[in-house]
Structure formats: structure tokens, C-alpha cells
């Protein structure tokens, strides 16, 4: 039942998801292009002292491709389900309609996190290359929030998405929204730090959301 | 429809590629590529040179001699002052020239003119600073002025024109004989300065004014009314296009001109003295122009992508040494070649000369031509070979002879013509 | 489970709103905030003098309220505005017996500023280790950067490795001066826009104060108890600093401000590292920020918090020539500012004047929220109740009520109804 | 016939219609508030030289939206029509099939700028109170550009979307990415004003593109 149903949202997302992933690897190859041109250009004491007193990260670029991601994973998944209302049939099944969601949502997930580490992997050994091992602890502190942020546009998505009634939906966005915009606020070196433990728990919680408004759309309100 | 549609895609198509495909390749071979740096030596009266070879600073005179750091900066006296006075090696006169710490600070002269400043974009509101307010720092004004059909000043915290300045400013303008629009203004809107010049405005007929504010007074001259007797038809001749003001503790250059023939002027002096500076391939819209002054000389540099000029002039602005030098440009380096052989041209929106967009275009070598040719008949050939050498596929071969390589890929790329 | 869901939501909702409700309200009502007085100490009157902005125009005063013109304001404070003097030839030859000139002037002026964020901010624990006696008058940037954690080491920055004999070399000096790895405070002023270098200010694990700095290639390291007089040993044994801030002046008096475990602030004078404690009574690192001007007579120390301004004059030999409180307006005391406090329950920020870290800063209101929670609460219980709902599967509701005031009862508009 | 399937395209779409409109007249709303919140706290010198010499620009936040709308637009428009091949049946209609699609696009395109419009002259209005005439024709200038970018994104999407086969997909993507990127290399201000009116021309070409996809896709390519 539950290999069944990760396989099924396999063959359902692949195509996308293999765009998705080479799409990401070229962008971050061409960031790190980037980065040697300018190890080329300036002399590297140049550009570390760049990083060291102004906070310049090659990797600013990539800062909102974890949000689109999310959103258009999501939008993916359950977009079909949502127009011919396939997921009742989904929600109908043997097992508990919580645990069937919650697959889709690990299976959702699990496809997020595969299609960004190829990419991470790329920009981490190119920042080693040509900085010292604190540049990899800035690119951590950095980047994390930014793939939080992934996590929790994801499951938003689905929140809003699934969610039957239209004056909610509406609610959910804004919600997601002023949610989202936390994740993304600028900072320096490690500074993150004392947030992320709250910003993880957070994250996790958020998991609950879309199971409350898959609920929901079972009962069938608003249709 | 749909073959106008196709046609319309490999246009699009080539023209993308033609500014991708080149950038990329550049982002991939490009190399630190830095101008000489050039000095005047006061003592040794020879031009020295700063030069980066992969990315180490070496020191050299024209004939190529090495330097060390010490003898470059004792053949260098002025410019390296401070560090000589430290080492206590500063010569107490050059040239019956005292080096006191004091004037060679005042006299220290310096202006960089790129040529995004001449065409960028820019507001046509300024604020006209108070040339003469008894203060020791220049303060902001609270208004700003519009000088174009009319002039105008408007209040920022209200956001209202205010009718009696303009009016009074409208009036001097009126009587120095000032015939709007204006068509070129030049100024140094900054408090950060030692004293305040004003804006030099070159009016409809080109001829060129002084406008300053005295004490919420409007000043305005015709610069050719205040210049001498043999400088009047100077400036009555002279057709602006640019003005660089800018303001430093010798009050000695008003400013330095760019007119329509690419000439370049200082504005010198009480009188309003009008100096050409003697260069020989200065292009203002692809040269950044150096002026480096001191209590001997004036230095003057312009550097383009293929050439290193420089002029010396004395205090009296007579000519006392120029020197010339080409420079690789990066077309001429073996990967800049290769460039122009594989792409048969190249398209950018962004140009060195402008501060504005536009479509700037580079022809390949004649090599490209070659490989388009060649290019053309393979395709040819290949069609013909799969019995596919139709009317309908005028358009890739039309992209092919044209585009060369990017043709080809587009040709792979789009949807074929059925 | 759908319980706990609707906890998440609840929680987030009232986090959420508690953020941005607050923020779109002073986006709204915020304006143009008068900043505390600007403040000269008068080595004429010898008294401190104010430049007080009052509603967009700029008043001079005294501390007694008495108005100065811009001309008298100049005269009584020669060396903050010697070159208008200078200009207007109103310049007095010599204060007190000693004369002015410009260049001794300038040379004596000197300024240094603290902020609390500067106390507990993210940096990058790497740190170029300039040159102090290279023998040129500009300072130069080094080629690598130092590491100092669990030992020394220096990385160069084109090959991006470790300077292995460089490294050595300074571990070895280290070790010489008993340095206590891993240093818990390492203060300098990486910049060559200075007068010269100062070096490094580094406190070991033990808590003891070092001097580092780079001689012609060679590590010069200083344990700064053992190089004070035997009478200051002991008291900079016992300092223990928690914060150290560099900053070169032309007059190269002041070394360094430090303020110690028990958050007391002291400057750090002359060659022989003389500790000058500042007797400061409303001094909070945390809070306030503290600035240090200085001319050719007097030293004033400025303390700055939200509320206050506590000010302290010393002559040249660091004794206490004035002193001065005064209570600033703040922004919560505005009637927006006690409305604010009064409609919102708590706010919620995640970055804080006091911090470059970012957190959960979280600021309660006043005790009238609990007013108007309150009546938030009756109000929703009564409505429900009206209308027969008031189940105990409403108490999540309630208590969101109960906690956020407005912000719960906006929530529960919005969110889906408990069936 | 052309009136009713504007009707049905506006039936189709209208809620989505009404939450991007919301949306981008909310946000724009916003900026205002932040306009006149900066002139409340700071000098309003200082904020019009900023603007003068620096190119501060307070609406700059939105250079991307208007290419947002249009992407979601498109793609809500055109996905349904794919996932059922309902538009097979429109392309059979009487009136030919470029002209069908032509229909569908110029209702998207209108919507569109039913959305853009009403945001771009409350910035205006607004900033009217605070800036010269200069800023609006300053303001013209340069968001223009983005309006136009935010047409063409919507023509590529359905240019994308529309085409049946995946490989020409991918190859559509890469070239609205490339082609996209023109419309936003504003840094400062005004720097469009000697290309806008090719700019502009481009755009509307760019609309037959779509009608390319349509008459693939009626072909029947890929499937």
C-alpha cells in the first residue's frame, strides 16, 4: 500500500522532478563559475576580505530557489488532485486517511530534498576549494533557513492548495505568506544560529496543516 | 502563419544565443587584464610605469628598466611625499621648487572623467548650493533646481515650485542673455568639498555660462564675457557636450570640458583661461581621461581598450613630455581570436560608453564567414542526403548562413518545419 | 491529531500577527523621532553645552536652559569649531595658558563609539594580523588571515592553505606567554584607513588579557599583567574582560575600552596599559551605547540608552570634572507608543538593536492589555455561549482569546471553524 | 462566438483573476505606506537625493511581480486546457484554430492588464504627493520594462505550456529564461529609454508563438 503510493506520485512527478534537478545543478555550476571568474578577475585576498568584512556570498543568487521549489512541488502534486477531485479516491483507501495524506506529503518532501542536495553538494565543494573550512560553516548557517523555508513553502502550498473553501484559501495564502517572509531575512555569518532551533521546530509543526485541511476536504465543504 | 511564427522564433533564437553563447564563453576564459598605471618622474623628467603582469606589480621606466620600491619612490618624490618625509629622504626642493607638506597637499589636483558620465541617465533636478554663506562647510539646500525650457525651484518637504526664486533666477538668466533650453549642465552637487564652483550650463546656442548661488542670489555669466581678450573667441567657438566640475583645494581648474569635436579643455584661472589638453586619440565615449596634478606638473591620461596615452604639462599648461602606448586589446588575445572566428557576431545590451541599454554589436574575424560557409553546405548536404531540402526550410538554412553555429544549434533545437 | 493541528495554527497565527500587527501599526503612526541633545563639554565655561533638535529647528543650550546664538555657541566651544573661528578670525590665540593651532587641534581630537550590538554580534572568526612597524606611512593589507581557536594558524588566502611556518612560529610565542587556548575574546581594528596599528586585545580560556602584535614578521605577544607597573598587576589579573574594542587615534592615548565580567566599563591609557574605570551610574553594555570624545582638554564620555543620557567629563588625567543626567522621552512613553502597548498584548521582533544575532525577541505590553484580553475573552465566550457553542472542544479558542487578546480574536475569524 | 469564449475564459478564471488583482494592488498599496512612512521619518532632502544621485527607488521591490502574475496567469489559463486535452475541442471549433487561440490569449492578455494597471497608477497617484513630475515620467521609464516583461512571460508560458511535446518544452523554458532576463537589467533608472520602443515591438511579436504551440498541438505532435 504505502510503496504503492510513493511509487505512484514517483510516476506521477519524475518528468518535472528531473527537470527540476538538472535546472538546479546548471544554476549552481554557473554560480560557481561565477565565483572563479572572480578569483580570476580580482586577486583572491580581494575577494575573501569581501566575504570576511562586507558578508559577499557567492551563493546569494540561490537564496529563493528553495521557496519556488516548494511551491511548485507542491503545486504540481496536488494541482491534478485537487481539479478532478482524484484525491477523494486517495482518501477513500484502506488505510487512514491521515496516514495516506501524510505518504504523499513524505513522498513530496523526500523529492524536494533529493532535487536540491545534487546543487548543495556543487556549491559546497567549489566554496571549499577556494575558501577556508569557516566559509563552509557560513554556507550551513546561511543556506539552512533558506531550505526551511523550502520545507515550509512546500507543505504551505498543500495547506492552501487542498484547503475546499475559497474565503480560507485565502487565509492560508496569507498566512503562508507572512509566514514564508521570516525565513528570508538577510543576515550575517552565523546569525541565524539562535533562531534556527525555534525555525526547525517550527517546520515540523507545520506538518500537521495539510493533514487538517485534507481532513477537510474529505468532509467536503465547500463543494 | 506558422512559417512567419518559425521564422520569427530562429530570429529570436539567434539573436538570444549571439549575446548568451559569448558571455558564456567569456565568464569561462576571461583574465585579469589591468592598464599600466602611469607617473611622471619631476627629477629623472621620464615617464615610470605600474604595471600588473598575472597579478604581480612590477615597477619600470619607459626603456623597461625594473625598479624596487625604494628607488621608484625616490624617482618619484611628489607622489609618494608622505613615505619619503617618513624616511626623512624627501628632497627640500625640486626644480627651485620648495616641498613643503603643506603646499604639496593644496596642490594636489585630481579629476577622472569615465565616459558613462558624459551619456548616463540622470534626474534634471539638482540642488544649486550657496557659494557664499560665511560658512566654513557648504550646507545642502532645501530645494532643488530644474533647469531645462525654464528653471525652477522646487521645495522637497512640500513638494511646490517656489514662484519668487524662480522668478528672480528666471530674470538674471534673462538678462545674462541665457536662451533656453539648456542643453548641457555640469556641476558637483556634494558638500564634501572644499569650497563651492557652481554649474557650468552650456545654453541653446552652445554657448557657455557660470551659474552660482551667492547668498540665495542668482550669479550668472557668460564665461566668454569674463575670459581675456584672446581666450573670448576661444570660448565663443567652443560647442560643450560635457562639463566636469569638481572642486579641489587649488581653486585653480574651474573645469574641464569635453566639446562635440572630442576635444578636451581645462577652464583655468580667474580669467577663465580655455587650455586644450594635447592628446592625440582621447575618445571620450571609449576612454576614461586621468588628470593627476601636483606642484610641478600636470598629468594627463587617457586609457582605452587599445591604447595608453599621456600628456605632461607644466604649471603654465605648455607641453613638456607626451607618451603613447598600444595596448592588447582583448580582441587581439588568443582567446578573443578564437572568439571572433567561431562567433560570427556578437550582441550586448550594456557598453562601456553609456550608462544607457542599447544594442551593441561586434562582427566576428573573417575566419567566422568561413565557418558559416561551411557550415551552410554541411546543412545543405545533410538535408539533401535525407531528401528534406525544401522551400519550408529556407528559414534554418537562412539561420545557418547567417548565424553560423548558433543557427546550427537552433536548427537542433526548434521544431522542425513540416 | 486534528486537535494538535489546530494548536499549530493557533500558535503560529498569534506568533504571526504579534510580529506584523505591531509592525503595520507603527508603519502607520511613526514619525520623525527627536534623538537625544548633541553634546560638547565647553572648555571655556567648563560645563557641558547641548544642541537640542526641538520640533525641526535646532536650539543651543546649556544645561540651565539657557539659549546660545550659533556665534556665541562657536566662541564657547573653540576646538569643536576652530576652522569657522579660524575663518572668521574669531579664534582665541590660547585657552588657559596653552595656545591653539589647527594641526595640535586636529591631532588631539580623538572619538570612539560603542553600541550594544557590537557586544554580542556574528563574525567571521577570521581576522587579518597587520603589519605594525612595516616602515610605511599607509598600512597594508597582509596576504592572509589568522585563525585563532584551539591554537594559531594563518591562512593564505591565494593558495588557500595554511602558512605552516608562520603558524609555527606564532604557537610558539604563544605557548612562551602562557596563552590559554581557546581565546574567548579577540579585539582589533582590521582596517589600513589608520593612524597605525594597534594590533590584537586578545582574553585567554583563564580569563587573562593579551597584546598581540605583528613585528616585522615577528609575533610580539604580551601577557599585559606582567608588563604594568607591580601596582596595576593585580587589578588586571582580577578584570577577566567579557569585551574589548580597538580603535587607533592620532593622539595614540586611549588603547582600548574593555568592560570586565561584572560588566563595569574601563579605558585602557598610555604605554604602561593604565586601567581608567569609568564611573558610570546608569552604564548598561547591553542597552546603551557608550561614545568617548576627546580634544586637547577634556575627555567626555557619552552614554546613550532608550531613556536616558548620563554624561561624564574627565581632564587629561582621567579625574572627574562634570557630570550629568538627564531623562530622554521615549518612544513607548509617546501616547502611540502607551496605545501600542495597551492594544497588544506582547510583540514579537526577530531582530534587536541589542544583538546582530537574530531571535525571539519578545516585548510584553502594558498591564491594560490584560484589560483588554480580558474583555476579548467575555466577549467571545459570551458570543458563543449565545449561540450554544461554548463546547470544551472551544477551549483551544479561548485560550488563544485569553493569551493574544486581539490578535486571538482576529484568529479565530479567520481560521476554520472546530465542528 | 469571440464574445463567448472571452466569457468563458473570464468564467474560468475570474476567482484567480480576482485574488492576483487583490494581490498586486494590496502589495502596491503597501509600498505607498512604506513611501510615506520613509518621508515621515527621514529628511525629505535626503530621500529625494537618494533618489536622484542613487537611484533609490521605492517600488523597486516589485520589479519582479508583474513577470510572477503572468507566469501564474499562463499557467492557470493553459494548464487545465493540457491536462484534459480540452483544447482540442475549442481548436476544432468553426472559426480556425489560430484564431481560437488567439481569442484565449488576447482574453489572458487583457486580464492581465486589468491587473497591472490599477497598481501602477496608485504608485503613481501616490508618489505624486511626494516626488515632482520627474518621478512619474522617472517611474514610467522604468517600470514599463517589467509591465512589458510581465506580457511576455505570460506569452512564453503559454507558448511553453501549450507545446505537446516534452523536449521542445524544456528547449522553450531555456529560451524564456534567456529572452526573459532583457527586461530586467535595470539598475538604476531610465537606462530603457533608447530601446523601449523595440522592446515593446518585440513583446507583441512575441505572440505568435502561442499560435505555433496551438497548431502543434492540434497536430497532435507527441501524443
Not at chain 1, 152 to 175: D, K, N
Not at chain 1, 192 to 210: F, I, S
Not at chain 4, 133 to 158: R, V
Request: proline content about 5%.
Amino acid at each position: 500500500m504505502f510503496k504503492a503510493l510513493v511509487y505512484k506520485e514517483w510516476i506521477k512527478l519524475r518528468l518535472y522532478w528531473t527537470l527540476i534537478v538538472v535546472a538546479h545543478l546548471l544554476f549552481c555550476v554557473y554560480l560557481c563559475l561565477q565565483l572563479r571568474h572572480a578569483f580570476k578577475l580580482h586577486d583572491a585576498l580581494a575577494v575573501w576580505s569581501n566575504w570576511v568584512s562586507k558578508g559577499y556570498l557567492f551563493f546569494k543568487p540561490a537564496k529563493n530557489i528553495p521557496l519556488l521549489l516548494g511551491v511548485v512541488l507542491g503545486c504540481l502534486q496536488f494541482f491534478p488532485e485537487i481539479l478532478n477531485k482524484k484525491l477523494r479516491l486517495v482518501l477513500h483507501l484502506p488505510l487512514v486517511e491521515d496516514r495516506a495524506v501524510g505518504v504523499h506529503l513524505l513522498a513530496g518532501l523526500f523529492l524536494f530534498t533529493l532535487a536540491l542536495l545534487p546543487g548543495l553538494a556543487v556549491l559546497a565543494v567549489c566554496g571549499a576549494s577556494y575558501f577556508p573550512w569557516e566559509f563552509l560553516l557560513n554556507f550551513w548557517y546561511i543556506y539552512l533557513p533558506w531550505f526551511l523555508g523550502g520545507y515550509a513553502a512546500y507543505l504551505l502550498t498543500v495547506f492552501t492548495l487542498v484547503e475546499p473553501t475559497w474565503r480560507l484559501r485565502v487565509t492560508c495564502l496569507l498566512l503562508s505568506a507572512a509566514l514564508l517572509k521570516l525565513f528570508y531575512i538577510d543576515s550575517f555569518y552565523d546569525g541565524w544560529r539562535r533562531l534556527l532551533p525555534g525555525m526547525v521546530l517550527l517546520t515540523v509543526a507545520l506538518v500537521l496543516l495539510p493533514l487538517l485541511s485534507s481532513n477537510r476536504f474529505s468532509k467536503g465543504y465547500g463543494s | 502563419m506558422k512559417t512567419f511564427a518559425r521564422t520569427l522564433l530562429f530570429a529570436s533564437g539567434v539573436i538570444l544565443l549571439a549575446h548568451y553563447l559569448p558571455a558564456g564563453y567569456w565568464l569561462l576564459s576571461a583574465k585579469m587584464r589591468r592598464p599600466p598605471i602611469v607617473y611622471y618622474s619631476c627629477t629623472e623628467k621620464q615617464f615610470m610605469f605600474f604595471r600588473y603582469t598575472n597579478q604581480t606589480a612590477i615597477r619600470m621606466d619607459a626603456h623597461g628598466k625594473v625598479y624596487e620600491r625604494e628607488e621608484f619612490e625616490r624617482i618619484l618624490p611628489i607622489d609618494h611625499w608622505m613615505q619619503l618625509l617618513r624616511d626623512g629622504k624627501l628632497p627640500d626642493t625640486v626644480g627651485g621648487v620648495a616641498l613643503t607638506a603643506e603646499a604639496l597637499r593644496r596642490e594636489r589636483l585630481s579629476f577622472r572623467i569615465k565616459p558613462t558620465m558624459i551619456d548616463t541617465p540622470s534626474v534634471n533636478l539638482t540642488p544649486l548650493l550657496d557659494a557664499d554663506t560665511g560658512r566654513v562647510r557648504l550646507e545642502m539646500p532645501e530645494d532643488f533646481m530644474r533647469l531645462g525650457a525654464t528653471i525652477e525651484f522646487i521645495h522637497a518637504q512640500t513638494n511646490v515650485v517656489e514662484r519668487e526664486k524662480s522668478a528672480l533666477f528666471q530674470r538674471a538668466f534673462a538678462e545674462a542673455g541665457f536662451v533656453f533650453p539648456a542643453t548641457v549642465l555640469g556641476g558637483n552637487p556634494s558638500t564634501m568639498k572644499p569650497y563651492d564652483e557652481g554649474y557650468y550650463v552650456a545654453d541653446a546656442t552652445g554657448a557657455t555660462f557660470h551659474l552660482r548661488q551667492l547668498r540665495g542670489k542668482p550669479d550668472i555669466h557668460r564665461v566668454s564675457s569674463l575670459a581675456s581678450a584672446e581666450d573670448k573667441p576661444k570660448w565663443e567657438a567652443l560647442k560643450p557636450i560635457y562639463f566636469h566640475v569638481q572642486e579641489q583645494d587649488t581653486r585653480e581648474v574651474h573645469a574641464i570640458i569635453v566639446d562635440k569635436s572630442n576635444q578636451a579643455w581645462f577652464a583655468v584661472g580667474k580669467n577663465y583661461r580655455l587650455v586644450p589638453i594635447p592628446l592625440q586619440h582621447y575618445d571620450p565615449a571609449r576612454m576614461s581621461l586621468v588628470v593627476r596634478g601636483d606642484l610641478i606638473n600636470r598629468l594627463i591620461s587617457a586609457t582605452g581598450e587599445d591604447s595608453v596615452e599621456a600628456v605632461v604639462l607644466n604649471r603654465d599648461y605648455g607641453l613638456v613630455d607626451r607618451y603613447t602606448e598600444p595596448l592588447v586589446p582583448r580582441a587581439a588575445t588568443p582567446a578573443g581570436k578564437l572568439a571572433r572566428a567561431i562567433f560570427p557576431f556578437t550582441l550586448r545590451f550594456e557598453d562601456v560608453s553609456t550608462g544607457y541599454l542599447g544594442v551593441f554589436t561586434e562582427v566576428g574575424s573573417r575566419i567566422a564567414l568561413l565557418v558559416n560557409g561551411g557550415l551552410l553546405v554541411l546543412m545543405l548536404v545533410w538535408l539533401g542526403s535525407r531528401k528534406q531540402l525544401r522551400l519550408s526550410r529556407l528559414p534554418d538554412l537562412l539561420a545557418v548562413a547567417i548565424g553560423g553555429i548558433y543557427g546550427v544549434a537552433l536548427v537542433f533545437l526548434l521544431p522542425k518545419a513540416d | 491529531m486534528k486537535l494538535l493541528a489546530r494548536l499549530v495554527l493557533l500558535v503560529v497565527g498569534l506568533l504571526l500577527l504579534g510580529h506584523y500587527l505591531p509592525q503595520g501599526y507603527w508603519l502607520l503612526v511613526a514619525k520623525r523621532w527627536p534623538h537625544g541633545p548633541v553634546v560638547f563639554y565647553s572648555c571655556i565655561t567648563k560645563d557641558f553645552l547641548f544642541l537640542r533638535s526641538t520640533n525641526g529647528a535646532m536650539a543651543r543650550m546649556d544645561r540651565n536652559g539657557k539659549t546660545y546664538s550659533r556665534a556665541e555657541f562657536e566662541t564657547l566651544l573653540p576646538l569643536d569649531n576652530w576652522a569657522q573661528l579660524a575663518r572668521d578670525g574669531r579664534m582665541p590665540k590660547s585657552v588657559e595658558g596653552v595656545e591653539l593651532s589647527p594641526g595640535k587641534i586636529r591631532y588631539e581630537r580623538m572619538s570612539m563609539r560603542i553600541r550594544p550590538d557590537m557586544l554580542d554580534t556574528p563574525e567571521v572568526p577570521l581576522h587579518p594580523l597587520l603589519e605594525s612597524e612595516s616602515g610605511r606611512v599607509r598600512l597594508e593589507t597582509p596576504g592572509d588571515f589568522m585563525r585563532l581557536g584551539n591554537g594559531i594558524a594563518f591562512l593564505s588566502a591565494a593558495t588557500n592553505a595554511i602558512e605552516t611556518e608562520k603558524s609555527a612560529r606564532f604557537a610558539k610565542a604563544f605557548a612562551a606567554a602562557r596563552f590559554a587556548f581557546p581565546s574567548t575574546v579577540i579585539a582589533g581594528n582590521p582596517n589600513i584607513l589608520k593612524p597605525y596599528d594597534e594590533g590584537y586585545f586578545l582574553v585567554d580560556a583563564a580569563g587573562a588579557t593579551f597584546h598581540l602584535l605583528q613585528v616585522r614578521g615577528e609575533p610580539v605577544l604580551r601577557r599585559i599583567s606582567e608588563a604594568v607597573p607591580a601596582a596595576a598587576k593585580a587589578q588586571w589579573e582580577s578584570l577577566k574582560p567579557t569585551f574589548v574594542h580597538v580603535q587607533e587615534q592620532e593622539c595614540r592615548e586611549i588603547r582600548a575600552f574593555l568592560v570586565d565580567q561584572n560588566r563595569r566599563p574601563w579605558l585602557v591609557v598610555g604605554k604602561d596599559y593604565r586601567l581608567v574605570p569609568l564611573p558610570l551610574e546608569h552604564y548598561d553594555p547591553a542597552k546603551a551605547s557608550l561614545a568617548v570624545r576627546g580634544d586637547l582638554f577634556n575627555r567626555l564620555i557619552t552614554v546613550n540608552s532608550e531613556d536616558h543620557l548620563e554624561l561624564l567629563a574627565f581632564n587629561r588625567d582621567y579625574a572627574e570634572v562634570g557630570r550629568y543626567n538627564e531623562d530622554l522621552p521615549t518612544r513607548k512613553a509617546s501616547e502611540a507608543g502607551v496605545t501600542a502597548r495597551v492594544l497588544f498584548p506582547f510583540s514579537l521582533e526577530f531582530e534587536d538593536d541589542a544583538s546582530g544575532f537574530m531571535g525571539f525577541y519578545l516585548k510584553a505590553g502594558s498591564l491594560g492589555t490584560l484589560l483588554v484580553s480580558g474583555a476579548c475573552l467575555l466577549g467571545v465566550a459570551g458570543w458563543l455561549a449565545a449561540r450554544k457553542r461554548l463546547s470544551w472542544r472551544r477551549l483551544p479558542d479561548l485560550l488563544a482569546v485569553a493569551v493574544g487578546g486581539i490578535y486571538g480574536v482576529l484568529l479565530i475569524f479567520l481560521l476554520p471553524k472546530t465542528e | 462566438m469571440f464574445k463567448s469564449l472571452l466569457y468563458k475564459e473570464w468564467i474560468k478564471l475570474r476567482l484567480y483573476w480576482l485574488l492576483l488583482f487583490v494581490v498586486n494592488v494590496a502589495f502596491c498599496g503597501f509600498l505607498c505606506l512604506r513611501l510615506r512612512h520613509v518621508f515621515r521619518v527621514n529628511e525629505a532632502v535626503a530621500v529625494w537625493s537618494n533618489w536622484i544621485f542613487k537611484g533609490y527607488l521605492f517600488y523597486r521591490i516589485c520589479e519582479y511581480v508583474p513577470l510572477l502574475l503572468g507566469v501564474v496567469l499562463g499557467c492557470l489559463q493553459f494548464f487545465p486546457e493540457t491536462l484534459s486535452k480540452r483544447l482540442r475541442l475549442v481548436l476544432h471549433l468553426p472559426l480556425g484554430e489560430s484564431r481560437a487561440a488567439s481569442i484565449h490569449l488576447v482574453a489572458g492578455l487583457l486580464m492581465l492588464a486589468a491587473v497591472y494597471l490599477p497598481g501602477l497608477a496608485l504608485i503613481a497617484g501616490i508618489s505624486a504627493f511626494y516626488f515632482p513630475p520627474d518621478f512619474q515620467s522617472n517611474l514610467l521609464l522604468t517600470y514599463t520594462p517589467w509591465l512589458l516583461g510581465g506580457f511576455a512571460a505570460y506569452l512564453l508560458t503559454a507558448f511553453t505550456v501549450l507545446e505537446p511535446t516534452w523536449r521542445l518544452r524544456v528547449v522553450y523554458l531555456l529560451f524564456s529564461a534567456a529572452l526573459l532576463r532583457l527586461f530586467f537589467m535595470e539598475d538604476f533608472y531610465n537606462s530603457y529609454l533608447r530601446v523601449m520602443l523595440s522592446l515593446a515591438i518585440c513583446t507583441s511579436l512575441l505572440f505568435v508563438f502561442p499560435l505555433l504551440s496551438t497548431h502543434r498541438f492540434g497536430k497532435g505532435y507527441g501524443s
